[in-house]
Nanobody, 127 residues
Framework: QVQLVESGGGLVQAGGSLRLSCAASGRTFSVYAVGWFRQAPGKEREFVTAISRSGGSTFYADSVKGRFTISRDNAKNTVYLEMNSLKPEDTAAYYC????????????????????WGQGTQVTVSS
């Protein structure tokens, strides 16, 4: 069992940067692979990026590749999402999710693969 809390969202201008944090409590965080998803009003929740247990493997959706960076600090029980060159279409509620993993090198890209979710943090990008 693990609890996740996102923070760092806010209002930024197009072209700006923002860093989101996902803080975990409960069971040892290092056993979980983690992903970030986002959901805009009226749309389905979509995959953004994911990272393996150890942080050695990452994957990005094409829409954010080259602009976003996922990282983790297991000693601090925290996963980060650094967002650069933000666009209005990045506006959404951002959620982190965790999945217990038996492999240190696996990451997951499907919503149904995750079983723990945070409550989300809002990111709004103005033009």
């Amino acid at each position: 069992q693990v609890q996740l809390v996102e923070s760092g969202g806010g209002l930024v201008q197009a072209g700006g940067s923002l860093r989101l944090s996902c803080a975990a409590s409960g069971r040892t965080f290092s056993v979980y692979a983690v992903g970030w998803f986002r959901q805009a009003p009226g749309k389905e929740r979509e995959f953004v990026t994911a990272i393996s247990r150890s942080g050695g493997s990452t994957f990005y959706a094409d829409s954010v590749k080259g602009r976003f960076t996922i990282s983790r600090d297991n000693a601090k029980n925290t996963v980060y999402l650094e967002m650069n060159s933000l666009k209005p279409e990045d506006t959404a509620a951002y959620y982190c999710a965790a999945k217990s993993s038996l492999s240190g090198s696996y990451y997951y890209t499907r919503r149904y693969e995750y079983n723990y979710w945070g409550q989300g943090t809002q990111v709004t990008v103005s033009s």
